[in-house]
């Protein structure tokens, strides 16, 4: 055969993948970093101090991020590194929409007593689609979890505090299996009935792939008429699938995604292994690389990295931060691109 009808497939092949890949993307992202929660949560050691938590979260902001997860009002005996989360009120640096996670009514009292501004601030709420992780992370089934979150959100909303919810095991469970996408689509909606402005889709333990994260997708927006734009995606990188699942969710229309800078953390309830998010550095990477604007400056970020694998002792997860610290993609432009 000659070359020239081998190639036309090929290239038809290339031209339709190179449309349907970049028109399909949302032409900016809203990042929601999350290390100095999910990223810290299950650490014992070092326990950071307050000060620490603001140079770190001063950090952040100057690279541009608007939304981060600062801490959250849990039981202290089991979360030693969240006791602190208190004191960082009062003190946040001006800018982003600052998040904190409340289990119960205790913790979102313990919010509204250190005199958050609700205009800068919010609570997220987390309930689970799998029952045997609703027990192990708030020991309560999710029916009782989702009663209780109602109050504390109607109690919430009463004040006007803004409230986010987390649906967690999205994809699957180390404890119980697959999830049916029907059980998250049932608490997505109940989160958002009750007064959630948005809803996190947790794939707690990396489990899921570009195939399962568009299936689950379809059938909360095709098949159920949630709202894309209500819909956050938050993928752990335990199987190294997070960033394909985050591009599969964006090509699907999701347009806000939870990060962790230096891929810190993961649930110390998820089971072993559980491995932390995507890396922030990854998203920033992923999104303007494609054209879509995140609103953050990577080599700030980097800068944050360095400072809490400094404060940790540890290397980052991040293959972004390392090459670009490393200067390991070089190549005949890419010296001379503007990140
Ligand atoms: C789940 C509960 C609340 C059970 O709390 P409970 O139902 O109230 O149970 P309890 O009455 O048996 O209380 C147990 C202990 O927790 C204390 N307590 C109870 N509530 C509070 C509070 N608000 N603030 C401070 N302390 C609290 C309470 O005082 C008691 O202390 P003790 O008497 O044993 O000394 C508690 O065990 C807890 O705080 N656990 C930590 C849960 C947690 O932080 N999980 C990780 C975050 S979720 C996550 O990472 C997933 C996510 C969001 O990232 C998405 C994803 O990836 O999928």
Same mark, same amino acid.
């Given at each position: 055969?000659?070359?020239?009808?081998?190639?036309?497939?090929?290239?038809?092949?290339?031209? =339709?993948?190179?449309?349907?890949?970049?028109?399909?993307?949302p032409?900016?992202?809203r990042?929601?970093? /999350?290390?100095?929660?999910?990223?810290?949560?299950? #650490? $014992?050691?070092?326990?950071?101090?307050?000060s620490q $938590?603001?140079?770190?979260?001063? $950090?952040?902001?100057?690279?541009? #991020?608007?939304?981060?997860?600062?801490?959250?009002?849990?039981n202290?005996?089991?979360?030693?590194?969240?006791?602190?989360?208190?004191?960082?009120?009062?003190?946040?640096?001006?800018?982003?929409l600052?998040?904190?996670?409340?289990?119960?009514? =205790?913790?979102?009292?313990?919010?509204?007593?250190?005199?958050?501004? #609700?205009t800068?601030?919010?609570?997220?709420?987390?309930?689970?689609?799998t029952? !045997?992780?609703?027990?192990?992370?708030?020991? =309560?089934?999710?029916?009782?979890?989702?009663?209780?979150?109602? !109050?504390?959100?109607?109690?919430? =909303?009463?004040?006007?505090?803004?409230?986010?919810?987390?649906?967690?095991? /999205?994809?699957?469970?180390?404890?119980?299996?697959?999830?049916?996408?029907?059980?998250?689509?049932?608490?997505?909606? $109940?989160?958002?009935g009750?007064?959630?402005?948005?809803?996190?889709?947790?794939?707690?333990?990396?489990?899921?792939?570009?195939?399962?994260?568009?299936a689950?997708?379809?059938?909360?927006?095709?098949?159920?008429?949630?709202?894309?734009?209500?819909?956050?995606?938050?993928?752990?990188?335990?199987?190294?699938?997070?960033?394909?699942?985050v591009?599969?969710?964006?090509?699907?229309?999701?347009?806000?995604?939870?990060?962790? /800078?230096?891929?810190?953390?993961?649930?110390?309830?998820?089971?072993?292994?559980?491995?932390?998010? /995507?890396?922030?550095?990854e998203?920033v990477?992923?999104?303007?690389?494609?054209?879509?604007?995140?609103?953050?400056?990577? !080599?700030?970020?980097?800068?944050?990295?360095?400072?809490?694998?400094?404060?940790?002792?540890?290397?980052?997860?991040?293959?972004?931060?390392?090459?670009?610290?490393?200067?390991r993609?070089?190549?005949?432009?890419?010296?001379?691109?503007? #990140?």
């Open positions: 055969m000659p070359a020239t009808r081998l190639l036309r497939p090929l290239q038809t092949a290339t031209r =339709r993948f190179s449309s349907t890949a970049t028109s399909s993307l032409s900016s992202v990042l929601v970093e /999350v290390s100095a929660r999910d990223g810290l949560q299950a #650490l $014992k050691n070092p326990i950071l101090t307050t $938590k603001l140079e770190y979260l001063n $950090k952040l902001t100057a690279s541009g #991020l608007t939304h981060i997860e600062a801490g959250s009002f849990v202290p005996k089991t979360i030693p590194q969240m006791a602190n989360s208190g004191s960082l009120m009062g003190n946040l640096p001006a800018g982003p600052w998040s904190f996670l409340t289990p119960n009514q =205790r913790g979102l009292d313990a919010f509204l007593a250190h005199n958050p501004d #609700l800068t601030t919010e609570i997220a709420v987390f309930v689970s689609a029952e !045997e992780f609703s027990m192990r992370n708030l020991g =309560r089934p999710r029916d009782k979890a989702m009663a209780d979150f109602g !109050e504390v959100v109607r109690k919430a =909303r009463e004040t006007d505090v803004k409230v986010r919810g987390y649906v967690s095991m /999205v994809i699957a469970c180390p404890f119980s299996g697959p999830t049916d996408p029907k059980e998250v689509g049932d608490a997505v909606e $109940k989160l958002l009750m007064g959630c402005y948005e809803v996190s889709l947790g794939d707690t333990n990396g489990f899921g792939t570009p195939k399962t994260v568009r689950l997708l379809h059938h909360l927006v095709k098949e159920r008429g949630v709202s894309v734009d209500k819909l956050a995606g938050h993928f752990h990188d335990t199987y190294g699938m997070a960033v394909a699942n591009q599969a969710a964006a090509e699907e229309g999701v347009a806000v995604f939870d990060g962790s /800078v230096g891929g810190l953390g993961g649930c110390p309830f998820a089971g072993p292994g559980a491995a932390g998010n /995507v890396a922030t550095e998203l990477w992923l999104f303007e690389k494609q054209g879509v604007k995140t609103g953050v400056n990577i !080599e700030k970020l980097i800068e944050a990295g360095r400072f809490m694998s400094g404060l940790l002792q540890r290397q980052g997860e991040s293959k972004v931060a390392r090459a670009l610290m490393g200067k993609t070089v190549t005949q432009e890419e010296p001379k691109a503007k #990140l």
